[in-house]
């Protein structure tokens, strides 16, 4: 019998592996793919609590898929953003884009 | 041992393992190859959990669209170094290590030391009839807005994208 805490338990893993992946990674993207992990282990979360505690109306499954929306957004504009840094400058490590430091 | 219990172990191992992958593999085409199998797994989680919309949205979007839109910026990206070393770690790959070991530690303890309620009513068969009672009824507001976050981010990915065209 699956219940509530086994799936609490791999979304935490999956949340600080991506947290981890988001953390670690030089390349631009990798961050980004991160962020997306992170985010898909919340649904997971949402999804879970949705099912097990309150299965009376589904506004976890509405959370989930307004959290969906959003990503693709942000992901859409962190990736245009990715592209044009580097038409100029030619480089999409994260470590290079320092103009911003001190 | 009931086919549930094994297929759910199954399903996380392999959401686990594809997202260690992820971190994993320095060749950046092979980590977005691993992501795309990630959201596969998570997407068999959902139907795992009776969320049947939510698994077929998870393949359409994440899958079908995020996942191309990652390997494309991925394509536009690589200059003709070597593939191999696409994707590496940065210095704090030990230090973050740590941290999130004891984030997740923490996590984990207030996890297992809270009880839940389990309800006994039982989960409707077709989530999308609640859903749209949900979105198009109570929580409008949020839905007209995101239509509209998704045309404010469509005309920035556009205008970004296209690009300054420098007076000469």
Redesign the interface.
């Known amino acids: 019998?699956?219940?509530?805490?086994?799936?609490?338990?791999?979304a935490?893993?999956?949340?600080?592996?991506?947290?981890?992946?988001a953390?670690?990674?030089?390349?631009v993207?990798?961050i980004?793919?991160?962020i997306?992990?992170m985010l898909?282990a919340v649904?997971?979360n949402l999804?879970?609590f949705?099912?097990?505690?309150?299965?009376?109306?589904?506004?976890g499954?509405?959370f989930?898929?307004?959290i969906?929306?959003?990503?693709?957004?942000?992901?859409?504009?962190g990736?245009?953003?990715?592209?044009?840094i580097?038409?100029y400058h030619?480089t999409?490590s994260?470590?290079d884009l320092d103009w911003l430091k001190w | 041992m009931n086919l549930t219990i094994v297929l759910f172990y199954i399903i996380s191992l392999i959401v686990l393992v594809s997202a260690v992958y992820v971190i994993f593999s320095t060749n950046i085409i092979h980590s977005a190859l691993y992501l795309v199998l990630t959201f596969i797994g998570v997407a068999c989680v959902f139907i795992l959990l009776s969320a049947d919309f939510l698994a077929v949205a998870q393949i359409l979007i994440y899958v079908g669209a995020i996942s191309v839109l990652l390997v494309f910026s991925v394509m536009l990206t690589i200059r003709g170094e070597d593939i191999q070393k696409t994707n590496p770690f940065n210095q704090y790959k030990f230090s973050s290590g740590l941290v999130v070991l004891i984030f997740f530690l923490f996590i984990l303890r207030i996890l297992l030391l809270s009880s839940f309620a389990p309800s006994n009513i039982a989960f409707p068969q077709n989530t999308v009839v609640g859903i749209a009672n949900l979105m198009l009824n109570q929580y409008i507001l949020p839905f007209e807005i995101s239509g509209i976050l998704l045309l404010v981010a469509l005309v920035g990915a556009i205008t970004l994208g296209k690009g300054i065209n420098k007076p000469k």
């Open positions: 019998m699956i219940v509530l805490e086994d799936y609490l338990i791999l935490a893993a999956l949340f600080c592996l991506g947290l981890y992946c953390l670690v990674k030089k390349n993207v990798g980004l793919m991160g997306e992990i898909n649904n997971i999804a879970a949705n099912r097990f505690i309150a299965p009376q109306n589904l506004v499954h509405l989930v898929v307004f969906t929306v959003v990503a693709a957004a942000e992901l859409s504009v990736l245009a953003i990715v592209l044009s580097y038409r030619k999409s994260a470590d």
